[in-house]
Nanobody, 122 residues
């Protein structure tokens, strides 16, 4: 079983950048496809991005394409989400998740972190 801990969230102005990190422990990260999800107040959790076990295949929801980049460093057991040109609608709690199956929004993710808050001010 893998444990996931997100970091890097905070308050950022619209148009700015933020990089989220997700550190894994307990199992080698390369065992899993990884994803980032987010949940805004009053809304359901939604898929943001995913990456296959060794890359380079990545998947993004349409609203973040061209602005966000998911990457991973299996030697550091860490997954990243680089967020550029952020918008107020990106405000949410961001979660990383691990899947023993394929990457992508349609697959089940078995392990989840506790989340990190991202707030974008206008």
């Amino acid at each position: 079983q893998v444990q996931l801990v997100e970091s890097g969230g905070g308050l950022v102005q619209a148009g700015g950048s933020l990089r989220l990190s997700c550190a894994a422990s307990g199992r080698t990260l390369s065992t899993y496809a990884m994803g980032w999800f987010r949940q805004a107040p009053g809304k359901e959790r939604e898929f943001v991005a995913a990456i296959t076990r060794y890359g380079p295949n990545t998947y993004y929801t349409d609203s973040v394409k061209g602005r966000f980049t998911i990457s991973r460093d299996n030697t550091k057991n860490t997954v990243y989400l680089q967020m550029n040109s952020v918008k107020p609608e990106d405000t949410a709690v961001y979660y990383c998740a691990a899947s023993t199956g394929p990457a992508g929004p349609q697959y089940k993710y078995q392990y989840w972190g506790q989340g990190t808050q991202v707030t974008v001010s206008s």
